[in-house]
């Protein structure tokens, strides 16, 4: 199974992920995961995309689809995966596209967590006052101000998608502010419900086919050859037919011309 989570900052993307994992046995691809281990790993690589992140802003399409794409590749990602916080754009979903074909696999789903803004920074103000609390160490872009542009970003750069996946018919719409369990549900029966994907690339042609659909250059064919044979020969026989009937016709009728052109003889 291969699904993508699509939803704002805070709407719960990260815990229904968790659950799918446990459930199906399948690998969360979490890019801000994966970013963030690249920022704590302090590469050069990774003091640039912190830089972004503290900003609020999104990482270059090019660093993400290098992770992602990388991450794909591995052996625990073959049975199936999770996608969280990625495509993030309509051209890294397209990227994803091709990535995706390119190792013969396609999307079963699209799981779209729906939000209310305003509530939503209410929930993300409470979970950083509870994290606090208990003395745990806050993200950088844990902070109303961070997530008011990181919500700005989403509506101009990653709602998009949500049209994109609905043309592509993949695209399952859940009630994010619903608890926990309630959305957890939900995705189970719209999963149920959502038809098996099929792969991207059309599947190899057999050799025997491609063998009768080409042409056999130099060669004959002997069915067309046995055809126009016989065409041949049923055309000669009309024709033939036609002129003798043609012949009969032209014989009778100079037959009764000349009966009538000769004079009665007299009696004496």
Do not use: W
Request: hydrophobic fraction near 40%.
């Amino acid at each position: 199974m291969r699904l993508i989570l699509l939803g704002p900052p805070g709407a719960g993307k990260g815990t229904q992920a968790q659950q799918l994992v446990a459930k199906y046995g399948i690998v969360q691809l979490s890019t801000g995961d994966m970013l963030r281990a690249a920022v704590k790993a302090d590469t050069p690589l990774g003091r640039e995309v912190g830089d972004v992140m503290a900003r609020g802003a999104l990482c270059p399409d090019d660093i993400v689809v290098s992770i992602v794409e990388q991450r794909i590749e591995q052996p625990d990602a073959k049975k199936g995966f999770i996608l969280d916080g990625f495509p993030r754009t309509v051209p890294q979903a397209e990227a994803l596209d091709g990535m995706l074909a390119k190792h013969g696999i396609a999307l079963d789903a699209v799981i779209e967590l729906k939000v209310d803004e305003t509530a939503l920074i209410r929930r993300i103000e409470s979970r950083i006052a509870a994290m606090q609390a208990r003395g745990e160490a806050l993200r950088p872009d844990d902070n109303p101000d961070v997530l008011h542009r990181r919500l700005v970003a989403y509506r101009e750069q990653t709602a998009p998608l949500i049209a994109y996946y609905r043309r592509h018919g993949v695209l399952r719409s859940v009630d994010g502010m619903a608890p926990i369990e309630e959305v957890a549900a939900h995705i189970e029966t719209v999963l149920a419900a959502a038809p098996a994907a099929k792969a991207a690339p059309a599947p190899a042609r057999s050799k025997a086919v491609t063998a009768r659909s080409k042409p056999q250059i130099g060669k004959k064919s002997k069915t067309p050859a046995k055809a126009r044979s016989t065409a041949r020969s049923t055309s000669a026989a009309r024709r033939k037919t036609a002129v003798a009937a043609r012949k009969r016709v032209t014989g009778k009728a100079k037959i009764k011309a000349k009966s009538r052109a000769k004079p009665a003889k007299r009696r004496r």
